[in-house]
Each structure stands twice: as C-alpha cells, then as structure tokens.
C-alpha cells in the first residue's frame, strides 16, 4: 500500500495524558497536512508542513498541540494533557507541488477518544 | 465567509448517474474546485480536480459552467459503494491557499438498490 499511512488508527486515553500519533506520506511528497474532523463536521485545517519545515499554524492549534516533521519525511502530532474537547479523528494528508493544482492525499485518520 | 453550496443530500438508484452540483460563486480564475468523499468513517478519498476545463477519470467526470461559478460531479454508473458524503471545495475559501482545503458540510449521497 502506497498510501498515506497513521497509526494508531485508533486511541483511548484518559483526561490528561499525553498522546501521539505518526504519519507516514506518501513517498516524494514534500508537503504535509494534518487536519482534525469532529463527528458531524467536515475536515479542519491544523498545520502544513513543506519538507520540514511547519509553514502554517490554524488557530485551532492550542499550545497543548505540536507537530514536527524532523527529516522531511513521517511526521507526528502530539496532544499534550488532553482534554474531552480533543476527541476527534485526526487526519494526514500528503501532496506534492506540480503545475496542475495541488492534490492532496488523505489517510484514513487516527480516532482519539479522552475519557 | 466565502463557501461553495451543496445540497445537503441526494438519491440515487443504482446503476443510474449521480449528478452533484455545487456552487462557487466567489471563485477566481486561478482557483481550483477540488471534490472529494468520504465514506463512513474513513479519511477523504480524492476524486477530481478542475480549473476551467470540464475533465474526466476513471472515477467520474467534473463539468465546470463557462463563468466556473458551478459545477457538477457526474458518478456514470452508481454502485452502494458510491454511498458517502461529497465535499466540493474552491480554493477561494482557503485565500486563494491551494493546500488548506476549506470542508463544508458537503452532499450526503444514498445510492439505492
């Protein structure tokens, strides 16, 4: 499978801990997202990444989250003291820049449940 | 805030063709429009993208109005499998950002047997 690839697809934690997740792109994509989606609602943008370096931030990013992308390559997401309000299913994507738009690859998403 | 409009659910009976129209009016001319689906618990599944010409893969045709206001996902044959919600995005609702797609609540389609 050479698809965008997370893990854990799914997590449950208890109010305060800390969690992590991995995303592994597609190979030669140099652009990567992470997005957040709550049951209902459509994707959210969180952050963007081209290569390693994080290009944008949403407001929706607390400083409970971060994001590194440390070699260009697999990123995590690390959700520091999590509360209720983080469950959610997180979402990685991948792209790579060419003249013709940008089309961006999702994976099929990590489920946090904060209990 | 700009958005693209779609209708938020649809029917069709399988093996006929899905016609899903959206509406972006504050679309510009170097702006894609972008539509994707996500079926039930899964992360979104590109389909197509256009600028202004109208364009067709193996998974559905996007025909594009000539003011690029509108456009319409056209699934030729749909399956069960077809069943999910469609987003229709225009870059418009990102500033004109290509990479932070703007979800809307998007198009509910059930495909009937």
């Known amino acids: 499978d050479t698809g965008v690839s997370q893990d854990p697809r799914h997590k449950i934690t208890k109010r305060g801990q800390n969690v992590t997740f991995r995303c592994d792109p597609i190979s030669e994509h140099n652009r990567l997202y992470w997005y957040r989606q709550t049951l209902g609602q459509g994707p959210e943008f969180l952050t963007y990444?081209?290569?390693?370096?994080?290009?944008?931030k949403s407001r929706l990013l607390s400083d409970r989250f971060s994001a590194e992308r440390p070699k260009g390559s697999f990123s995590t997401l690390e959700i520091q003291r999590t509360e209720q309000g983080d469950s959610a299913m997180y979402l990685c994507?991948?792209?790579?820049?060419?003249?013709?738009?940008?089309?961006?690859?999702f994976g099929e998403g990590s489920w946090l449940t904060v209990v | 805030d700009a958005k693209t409009t779609q209708p938020p659910s649809m029917d069709c009976a399988e093996g006929r063709a899905a016609n899903l129209p959206c509406n972006h009016s504050t679309i510009s001319g170097n702006e894609y429009v972008y539509w994707y689906r996500q079926i039930h618990s899964q992360g979104p599944q590109y389909i197509i993208h256009?600028?202004?010409n109208n364009e067709t893969n193996e998974m559905a045709s996007l025909i594009i109005t000539e003011d690029r206001k509108s456009s319409t996902l056209i699934l030729p044959h749909a399956t069960l499998r077809d069943t999910a919600v469609y987003y229709c995005i225009d870059t418009a609702n990102s500033g004109g950002s290509n990479y932070k797609l703007t979800f809307g609540k998007g198009t509910l389609l059930t495909v009937n047997p």
């Open positions: 994507a991948s792209s790579r820049t060419t003249g013709t738009g940008n089309t961006i690859y």
């Open positions: 990444f081209q290569n390693e370096a994080q290009l944008e």
């Open positions: 256009g600028l202004k």
